[in-house]
Structure formats: structure tokens, C-alpha cells
């Protein structure tokens, strides 16, 4: 099987082996003694990932993170300044360019301070974030995952040659980590001229599983089953019990002779459209000729307003758009549902509209099923799934939760968080309180009030109640939180099926006329500058879960109402 293509968007070499890895144990001990003495900088975890794929060959032709002018290139037109098609940014973003100079050396290190590689500044350049994020993803929608990270990122990006001293290391799933030159010889195995792949960051359910294999049969092929093993929406289900489910319908449900399962470290950008044909050239660089895309592949959801971001076959036919530039054919995700009459699995295309289905959405796997301690039934998913996620999701009773008290300063945030907390621990529920003004005397101690520390505080407080949520607990939060893209940043952190933000809507007038501390005279005086409500705005929350009125209702009785809706919402054991 050979992946190299005629047309203009050739496969290089990069695919076939790691780009820029200095081999030379000598010159690699070299480097090690060298790097102590440069500046070094710590990059992101969406930046290690970039940084596998890119040194592994995944995003051939691509061998450095992206100049000032492939970057613009990129934004305007999809494609590299020599016109090859790759429509997703690929930057290096720094805060502070404080030690970095032009022709310089620096060390890339992982966020746990591994040494990774050697860059040769050849650029440093800034970038219109905004303005960019509105062209790469159609929206400047804070509710976006990318738009709502955006702006932690830093504005400064670097550019330039890269000597790759590792790879990141995984000790999970070994065996399956494949690279791309790893992963293509797998398939060249198989003896099958079209390979077809499957992009997931979901769990396979019985519906997936008879398409991938009509799929593959279709192309008669081979099936790449190649979920996304970095970073994917906020709040799906980890990797780890995704990948266990992989695993058991690969090794006991499908033909060993026709699928390879490989795992993909990617850090996605729910970019709809564009994030489609950006697979596809990946995929391409793996082995693949065709690539099944789903209705609204790879989108974020909906935005602010409740509509989606993308509509829900902009992806199939972007790739459609450049099959044959890209060299992988476009297999689009057919609707497939269950006759339970007959027993068997269908495209919905093909049936009497009179015909009796049964299916399940993921909202009812969620909220039907895992939460209340149900098995899923057989055929909607195997068994082996069913208790892969029944032991990785416990009833809602049982999992974690977050509330986000956000207001004025004086709205009541701290009075209805300390009834609602006694109440929870009535019904037999513990809850950990991070209250804005406690906080800053523990976690954010020596942080101002600035726009910038106030962010850095917000998202301190998210971090905590996101472990908290994490490890089953319920996290009740009380902060001013005034910016919407802040308050985003933390519902993502957490997870927004985890995620109740409770506005109290308080007016102005009222909160100043409770501050019993005089913080509001002394804003108005002059004396304190900056102050949410006087001399800073506050961003009222657009579509808040719970909206609490402390004006016609008490404290009491606001803090019963979200008990009520804790209850409705099964986090209480009936």
C-alpha cells in the first residue's frame, strides 16, 4: 500500500519518520548539557500534543510550528503560503518573550519540565486573537471551547528549526500509541489496497460498530479505528475508560483481519468544517484513503443563544469539497437506528418511515440510564461497554457537581451559598466552599484586582472545584466573577453537564445598599479603583442555569429552590 499521492498536496517524507529527531546518542548528550544554560520555556498541554503530532509526521508537510506567514496564510485562505491545503493553526504561543531573542536558542520543555527539544528562534510575531478566531472557527462566541482558551494562550507566537531530543513519553495504552509510520505498516499487513478510518472521542455503541464494518466493507477494506487520546471537547469521557471500550469490541466483535485500533494524540479544536479536513489530512498521513465524517463533525455544540455553531453537514461537504486534493474520500456517517421487530440494524434512508426504531441519544445514556444505575440494553450497546461505563459513571446520587454562585459584590452570593451548603449536608451530601473572599486570603493570596488577576483568581477557584467534581464531591463557588469568558473557562474546567451558574441578579442600588463594609462609597469616592459594578463592568451571565431574585425572595427561600433543583436532577439519593 502506497500512501503517496500525485496530486499538489503530496505526502512528504515527514509521515515516514520523525521529523527533526536528533538520533546521535553523542549529539543528544550534547544538547542535554547545552539545554541547563538557555532560557526555556514550559508549553501547554494542547501545545506537547501539537508538538507529538507534528514530530511524529501527523501533520506532514508541516515541520515547525507555522512562521508569521503560513500562519496568516492558514487564517485567510486555509492553506500554507506555498498554497498546500491545511486549514488549522499551528502556533507556538509564549506570555512573556522576556530572555527570547531572534536567532537564539531556547529549550521546549513539557509541562511537567521534561526536556522535549532545541528551537533556533527564527520568529516572533503577534497575532490579532480575536480577529483570527472569528475566521478559523466562524465565531468570537465565548461558549466556543477554543475562543473561551484563546486568551491564555499569550500574544507572542514563535517560529523556527526544531531539534527534536524526545518525543512525550505515555505509559498508558503503549501498544497502541502508534505513529504514523508505525500504524501504516500495521495496515500494509492487512493486504488491502483502501483503508478506511473512523475519528472518535466517544464511546462505540452497537450503532458505530455496524457502520464502521459497513464501512469498511463498502470500500472493501480495512478499518482504522482511531480515537482522539488528547485533548477533545470539555467534559467528555476520559480517555482511559474510552479506550478500555475500544478495546473490548475490537478484540471479541470485530473481524481481527479487517480493523486496527490505533490511538491518536490530538488536541482538537472543535472547529467544525475546517477540524474536518484537517482529519482527513491527518488520517492521510497515517495510511488512510477514506475518512467517515459524521453530521456536525468535530462541533462544539451550541453557542450563547442556543443554535449550533456549525450546521450539521458543513463538515461532509467540506471534505467533499477537497477529496481529491486531499487523497481521502469522504464516507459519510449514515443515520443508522434499530428495527427491534426484526432484530437487525439499519440506515434510517432505507426504512418505511412506518417501520418501529428504537435508539437512545447520549443525553439518555447520561441521564436515563448511567445516573440512575441502569445497564444499557444489549442492543444498544455490548455488554462489555455497558460495564465499562457503569463502573466509570456512577448514579448521579454519586457523582461530582458545581455551583457557581456569581453576582455583585453584596447580591447575596455568600448567604444563599452557606443555607444551600447546610442543606446539602442534610441530605446526606458532603460539599467543599470556595468563596471568593476566603480564597483570596489561601489560594490567590498577593493578587490584586486587576482585570488580569481577577481572571487568574477565577480560574484558581475552577481548577479547585473542577478536582473537586472530579474526585464525586460538589463544589459551591461564590465569586464576583465578573467576565463571561472567565466564568466559560471554568464551566469547561469542570465539565457543563457538572456546571450549574447561578446568577443572583441583584440590582445595583440594592447590593450598595447593603455593603456593610463601605466598598462601594470608597469606589465611587475614587479611593478604589476598578470596582465591579462602579468603575468596571460586570457581564451578566446570558443563559445561566439558575437565575435568583434577592429582592422579592430570601435567602432561604432562593436556597430551597436550588435544592429543589439539585433533587430534580438526581443528586440526591431518593
Known sequence: MNNKQSNNILISPYGETLINLVSDKEQVSILKKLAPELNSIQISERSMCDFEMMSTGAFSPIDRFMSQD???????TQRLSNGILFPIPITLP???IEG?????????????NDLLAIMTVEEIYECNQKSDAGKVFGTNDSKHPMVAEMHTWGKYNLSGQIRTIQIPSHNDFQPLRLTPQETRRSLEKFGYNNVVAFQTRNPLHRVHEELTKRAADDVGGVLLIHPVVGMTKPGDVDHYTRVRTYKALTDNYYDPDKVLLSLLPLAMRMGGPREAVWHAIIRRNYGAN?????????????????????????????????????GVKMVPFQMVVYLPDEDRYEEISKIDKNMKTASISGTQVREDYLALGKSLPTWFTRPEVSQILEESFPPMHQQGLCLWFTGLSGAGKTATADIVTNMILEKGRRSTVLDGDVVRTNLSKGLGFSAEDRDTNIRRIGFVAAEIVRHGGIAICAAVSPYIATRNEAREMVGSDKFIEIHVATPLEVAESRDVKGMYAKARRGEIKGF???????????NPEITLDTVKFSAEENASRIISELKERGFFKS
Do not use: C, M, W
Not at 503560513?70 to 485567510?76: I, L, N, T
Not at 455544540?301 to 467533499?320: N, R
Open 70 to 76: 503560513d500562519y496568516k496564510s492558514v487564517v485567510e
Open 94 to 96: 509564549v506570555n512573556s
Open 100 to 112: 527570547i531573542k531572534l536567532d537564539s536558542e531556547i529549550a521546549i520543555r513539557s509541562p511537567k
Open 290 to 326: 477514506h475518512l467517515i465524517v459524521g453530521r456536525d463533525h468535530a462541533g462544539p455544540g451550541v453557542d450563547s443563544k442556543g443554535s449550533p455553531f456549525y450546521g450539521p453537514y458543513d463538515a461532509q461537504e467540506s471534505v467533499l469539497e477537497h477529496e481529491d486534493e486531499l
Open 532 to 542: 465591579t459594578g462602579i468603575d468596571d463592568p460586570y457581564e451578566e451571565p446570558i
